[in-house]
C-alpha cells in the first residue's frame, strides 16, 4: 500500500544519503560539537548548546538538501522516481522525513555528548519535535533554492546568502546583541524560531510559551513550503525533466 511505498523511498532517500556521504559529513559535523563541548565547562555547553544544535539541523539540512538535490538530478535519480507507481507528495514526504531522520541523528549525538561529558540533561521531547520541524522546513527551503537555481554554484550561491539573512537574527539574539524583549517579532527569523525553542529544549531558558510558538511556526511552515512550493516546483521541473 502506500505506507510501504512510503517506507521504501525514505529507505532509498537514507541510502542515497549515505552514498553521496551526506549523513558522514552531517555526523562529522556533530562529532566538531562533541570535541567543542569536551573542552567547554558544563555552563559554556549549555550556552552554546541550541545554537549548535540549530547549526546542524538548520544550516546543514539547508545546504544538504541542496547538494543532494543536485547529486540526485546528476544520477537522474528524480526521472526515475517519477515512472514509479508513487505519487508526488509521497516521494516530497519520504524527502522531509529524510531530512528530520538527519537532523535527528545529529542531535542524539550531540544530546549524548552532553549527558556524557556534563551530566546535562535536556527536554527530549521537545528537543525531538524541533530538530524534525527545523530540519524538515529548512531542507524545504534548501529544495526550493536548488530547485530555482540552474545549477550547483546557483544553489550555493543562494543558500549561503539565505544563510546570512536568516541565521544573523538567531545569532544576534543568542549575543544579546538583539535584546531578549524582541524576541518575539525577531522569531518570525526560522532560525531564531528554532533557537527559542531548543533553549527550552536544553533548559537554558523556561519559556514555554516561545518554545510552543517557535515549533508551531517551524511545522506550519515546513508544511506549507512542502505542500505548495518544493511540490509544484518538483512537478513542473519533473515534467521537463
Same mark, same amino acid.
Given at each position: 500500500?502506500?505506507?510501504?511505498? !512510503? ?14 556521504? &551526506?549523513? *558522514?559529513?552531517?555526523?562529522a559535523?556533530?562529532? /566538531? ?17 541550541? %545554537? ?6 538548520? #544550516?546543514?539540512?539547508l ?10 538530478r /546528476?544520477?537522474?535519480t ?7 507507481? #508513487?505519487?508526488?507528495?509521497? /516521494?516530497? !514526504? ?7 531522520? @538527519? ?21 527530549? &521531547? ?6 524534525a ?7 524545504? /527551503?534548501?529544495? #526550493?533554492i ?11 550561491g543562494? #543558500? ?6 536568516i541565521?544573523?537574527?538567531? &545569532? %544576534? ?11 518575539? *517579532? ?31 511556526? %517551524? ?11 518544493? @511540490? ?10
Amino acid at each position: 500500500g502506500s505506507m510501504s511505498s !512510503l517506507v521504501k523511498l525514505f529507505l532509498g532517500e537514507m541510502k542515497r544519503m549515505v552514498s553521496y556521504k &551526506i549523513l *558522514p559529513i552531517s555526523v562529522a559535523t556533530s562529532m /566538531i560539537w562533541v570535541v567543542l563541548f569536551s573542552l567547554l565547562s558544563a555552563a559554556e555547553a549549555r550556552r552554546f548548546a541550541p %545554537l549548535l544544535l540549530y547549526t546542524d539541523a538548520g #544550516v546543514m539540512s539547508l545546504l544538504l538538501a541542496g547538494a543532494f538535490h543536485h547529486l540526485e538530478r /546528476i544520477d537522474g535519480t528524480v526521472k526515475t522516481m517519477m515512472v514509479l507507481p #508513487v505519487s508526488t507528495g509521497q /516521494i516530497i !514526504l519520504a524527502k522531509a522525513l529524510a531530512a528530520a531522520a @538527519l537532523g535527528l541523528i545529529s542531535a542524539l549525538v550531540v544530546s549524548l555528548a552532553l549527558y556524557f561529558l556534563h551530566g546535562i540533561t535536556l527536554r527530549y &521531547i521537545v528537543l525531538l519535535l524541533t530538530i524534525a520541524a527545523a530540519a524538515m522546513a529548512h531542507a524545504a /527551503i534548501g529544495l #526550493v533554492i536548488a530547485l530555482k537555481a540552474r545549477d550547483f554554484s546557483g544553489t550555493l550561491g543562494g #543558500v549561503m546568502l539565505f544563510i546570512m539573512l536568516i541565521f544573523v537574527p538567531a &545569532i %544576534l539574539l543568542e549575543t544579546g546583541l538583539i535584546p531578549r524583549g524582541w524576541a518575539w *517579532p525577531v522569531m518570525l527569523s526560522p532560525s531564531a524560531a528554532a533557537t527559542e525553542a531548543l533553549n527550552y529544549a536544553v533548559k537554558t531558558t523556561g519559556d514555554l510559551p516561545k518554545a510552543a510558538a517557535g515549533l508551531a511556526y %517551524l511545522g506550519i511552515l515546513a508544511g506549507i513550503l512542502y505542500r505548495f512550493v518544493v @511540490l509544484r516546483l518538483f512537478r513542473s521541473h519533473a515534467s521537463v525533466g
